[in-house]
């Protein structure tokens, strides 16, 4: 989980290549725990309905969380652009976390920078 924190900020403004199914998901784990912890400073607050640390964790996680998103679309071999559908009340998520969960595509290559490959090899499923 921790190498997918660090990768998620040091490429925090890359909306370029691709990220792998496991460190998107070890990244979505990292930002669930963090809105708990910060939801809890922010009980602890009683401050009648501002949420400092929610507000903090939320300004400081959008780009890094936005590129992650675009670069997991990148590996499943669509557009960065289907991001925006999750501005659809409730059938946009779904339609998110189907993608975000679809195997690495080959056609997602199209969207590597020129060079080595940025990605190693998914491992192959079980079974």
Known sequence: MIEAVRYGFANYMNFDG????ATFWWWV???????IAASILDDGLASGGVEPFTLLLTLGLF???LGMAIRRLHDTGRSGWWV???LIPLIGLLVLIFFYV??????GEKYDPPGPSPMPP???PAG
């Open 18 to 21: 691709r990220t792998d199914r």
């Open 29 to 35: 784990l990292a930002v669930f725990l963090a809105a």
């Open 63 to 65: 780009l890094p969380h």
């Open 84 to 86: 925006l559908i999750g």
């Open 102 to 107: 679809q195997p690495s595509n080959p056609d």
């Open 122 to 124: 998914e491992p192959p």
